[in-house]
């Protein structure tokens, strides 16, 4: 048989009602005690019954049984013990039903619902107190106050004890809710990190070996379709010098995944006063295809913007010269950058149309790699074609401003 149970958070479970072990043994154990009591003749209430003496069972037999629901039912066994222990005065009285109503309202409290625990410590200290009042008010004697304490001894304490374990209990499982929660939010966090610094070193991979990696396939190809003297010694100093180079860019890139510690030299980060070795190198790898490169550097001098800005900046040129060598048509790349009113813009113009010779694939990781260092500085990018003219343009806050996932 189920039915609905309060856990201590106040949410309702359906769970069996079939009584737990404890409980069945607090029962057996509890009426074999008043039994016990009953046969030696050890009452409560002495002269003060007004029933026979075998009444005094009918009491403890029912708040014995209780003790099976004290769990799963702890209102309806708080109303029948408290039924009872109001029956058992008028009897000769058991000790064993006085305490076994102790522990029925302790339990009331502890695996009852959150307004019952709450209430229940509030209601017995009040009843107490008025009785206490009464009595004393209406026998005029000290040992009045004896009912009074003996009240709270059976009411109030339970009620403040289950109510103070239950509180433990509630804030031990919010502590732990906490920790687990704690717990999972450092994982994301630690997942996210981990995404962000693989995204990170995937968009530094790009950027510094596809372009020598495009240099090197499309002066390859040109050496193996064009079966000249002349032409395979360009190509193989073409490739031979994008080899060299990029090996040591993947070096450096090693070298950095390794630093953990930091015990290595510092290694130089690619800023844009090194566009002119870059463009010379466009130059080198793109006179086989036609195409020329011209940069326009407006920053005024003695003003450099934020090194990880500049080396955004730095990969964003790299990455559109890596574009034009594979897909721009023969005629003039213009590079651009200036530094202005607190940004840098980049701005690159390639011819947008057919081109002869050979050409090496694309993946478009670059485009998305240039779209998402501007965005991580909190800058703006755009590309695409204006005409006959491939258009790449990228503003950057010239100091580092970080964008929040």
Request: net charge neutral.
């Amino acid at each position: 048989m189920c039915g609905p149970r309060t856990l201590l958070d106040g949410t309702v479970t359906t769970k069996s009602l079939r009584p737990h072990r404890h409980d069945v043994l607090l029962a057996v154990l509890s009426l074999l005690v008043g039994l016990v009591f009953w046969s030696l003749g050890i009452y409560s209430n002495g002269s003060r019954h007004f029933l026979p003496d075998w009444a005094a069972l009918v009491p403890l037999v029912a708040l014995s049984s209780m003790e099976l629901l004290r769990r799963t039912r702890p209102g309806l066994t708080l109303t029948v013990g408290t039924v009872g222990v109001v029956a058992d005065q008028f009897t000769v009285g058991s000790l064993a039903t006085i305490v076994i109503f102790t522990d029925l309202m302790y339990a009331a409290v502890v695996y009852g619902t959150p307004a019952s625990a709450r209430r229940l410590p509030v209601h017995t200290g009040l009843l107490t107190v008025i009785v206490t009042i009464v009595s004393v008010a209406w026998l005029r004697t000290p040992q009045a106050l004896l009912i009074g304490v003996i009240t709270g001894i059976v009411s109030f304490a339970p009620a403040l004890t289950g109510a103070t374990l239950r509180n433990h209990r509630e804030a031990a499982v919010a502590a732990r809710l906490r920790a687990e929660q704690t717990a999972l939010l450092a994982e994301m966090d630690r997942s996210q990190a981990v995404a962000a610094e693989r995204a990170r070193m995937a968009r530094e991979l790009h950027d510094m070996v596809a372009n020598h990696l495009s240099a090197i396939a499309i002066h390859s190809t040109a050496a193996l379709s064009i079966d000249t003297a002349a032409t395979s010694r360009d190509a193989l100093g073409v490739i031979r010098e994008n080899s060299v180079q990029g090996l040591a860019e993947m070096r450096r890139l090693i070298g950095l995944l390794r630093d953990a510690g930091g015990d290595q030299e510092p290694v130089a980060v690619p800023s844009l006063d090194g566009l002119d070795a870059l463009i010379a190198q466009a130059r080198t790898n793109g006179s086989a295809s036609g195409l020329t490169f011209v940069l326009h550097d407006d920053r005024p001098s003695g003003e450099p913007a934020a090194a990880p800005v500049e080396l955004a900046a730095y990969r964003i040129v790299q990455e559109s010269l890596t574009n034009a060598l594979k897909h721009a048509a023969p005629g003039r790349v213009t590079v651009r950058v200036a530094h202005t009113d607190g940004l840098l813009t980049v701005g690159v113009d390639s011819p947008f149309g057919d081109r002869p010779g050979p050409r090496a694939p694309g993946s478009g990781a670059g485009l998305v790699g240039m779209r998402e260092r501007t965005e991580l500085l909190g800058g703006e990018f755009t590309a695409g074609r204006s005409g006959a003219v491939w258009q790449v343009r990228a503003t950057l806050p010239a100091e580092e401003k970080a964008v929040e996932a």
